[in-house]
């Protein structure tokens, strides 16, 4: 007889967007809005009324930098009632070489819930083929779905329904933009891309948003990126774990989102940047702390949006 049946919950994997789909993005969008609604001017670390994580842990696992990432899963655990723990690669024996299909075989025996960031996407399927609990993609060498969540959400509460809304991407195409172009095919939106030729996003990412229905155009003109979009946004030039190439700034110098370039935006238009923002390089401080920048609501966002998607892995939601 199982006498802890009554806890047991679903075990879904986050790699990427796709594995919720289009009706669980949308019902992770509109829980967030309720449950960011229902605590305004709460202390940040005050339970929401439901507690509906109480008495699960979370382990974060880092295998590269985070501050976001780190604190918004920290504190939405802590809103929903449950706890975390902090693994980082170099102090545990991860950094020692101890593989991931064990870790996370041992992980799953204590925790209820992993999430991962890491410099190779196929350490995390490894992980989530292993684990008997939810595993979180926080960000790989490929995608980060759950920056993409926290941007939908907050393009959305600045009044932008997202089918058939234009995003224009510049620079880099690098994981966040992979993850957008997955979200333009699950949730309908289009998406403009500006980059220097040999920066261009992979293609199977362009495939998978046209087979939803999204328009993807790929330019090399930053300007004809930007012509009426609704949605701006870019990246740092150079990611986590890539070479620091003076040729790679260089050629992305003309791809900066600039006063100039928001002037070729639809007027209503917001910046969107994950963070963190190098000012003078992607985006020009005039832009960064201008009006139509959203980045802190995005940042904050990422709490909000971070609720929604434990909550969907444990099946509770979507
Ligand atoms: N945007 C984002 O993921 O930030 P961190 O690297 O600080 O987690
Ligand atoms: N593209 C960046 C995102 C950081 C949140 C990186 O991978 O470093």
């Not at 083929?129 to 920056?147: E, K, M, Y």
């Not at 932008?160 to 690098?174: T, V």
């Not at 890539?242 to 917001?270: H, I, W, Y």
């Not at 909550?311 to 979507?318: A, C, I």
Request: negative net charge; glycine residues 8%.
């Amino acid at each position: 007889m199982n006498t802890h049946s009554e806890y047991r919950l679903e075990s879904r994997h986050f790699l990427d967007l796709g594995d919720a789909g289009t009706d669980a993005i949308a019902a992770m969008i509109a829980d967030a809005l309720d449950r960011k609604a229902a605590r305004a001017d709460w202390p940040k670390g005050k339970v929401d009324k439901d507690a509906p994580l109480a008495g699960r842990v979370l382990a974060l696992v880092f295998e590269k930098n985070s501050t976001r990432t780190r604190v918004s899963f920290d504190i939405a655990m802590r809103q929903l009632g449950g706890t975390v723990l902090i693994l980082e690669a170099g102090s545990s024996q991860l950094g020692r070489g101890e593989s991931i299909a064990d870790t996370a075989r041992v992980l799953s025996r204590m925790v209820d819930a992993i999430m991962l960031r890491t410099d190779n996407h196929a350490k995390i399927e490894e992980m989530a083929r292993h684990a008997s609990v939810p595993v979180i993609n926080g960000l790989t060498d490929r995608s980060h779905p759950c920056q993409i969540v926290a941007d939908l959400l907050t393009v959305i509460e600045h009044g932008k329904p997202l089918p058939g809304l234009e995003f224009a991407w510049f620079g880099d195409g690098n994981n966040v933009l992979h993850s957008i172009l997955e979200a333009a095919g699950l949730m309908k939106f289009n998406v403009r891309i500006a980059t220097p030729k040999g920066y261009e996003p992979d293609s199977e990412f362009i495939a998978l948003s046209r087979e939803g229905g999204a328009t993807i155009t790929m330019t090399n003109d930053a300007d004809e990126a930007a012509n009426c979009a609704d949605v701006i946004v870019t990246d740092t030039w150079i990611s986590m774990g890539q070479e620091d190439a003076d040729a790679k700034r260089t050629a992305m110098e003309s791809f900066q989102v600039n006063a100039n370039l928001m002037a070729k935006a639809k007027p209503g238009s917001v910046f969107l940047h994950c963070l963190p923002a190098h000012i003078g390089e992607e985006v020009s401080e005039e832009v960064f702390e201008g009006p139509q920048s959203v980045v802190f609501d995005e940042a904050e966002n990422r709490i909000h949006a971070q609720k929604s998607v434990l909550l969907w892995s444990f099946g509770l939601l979507g």
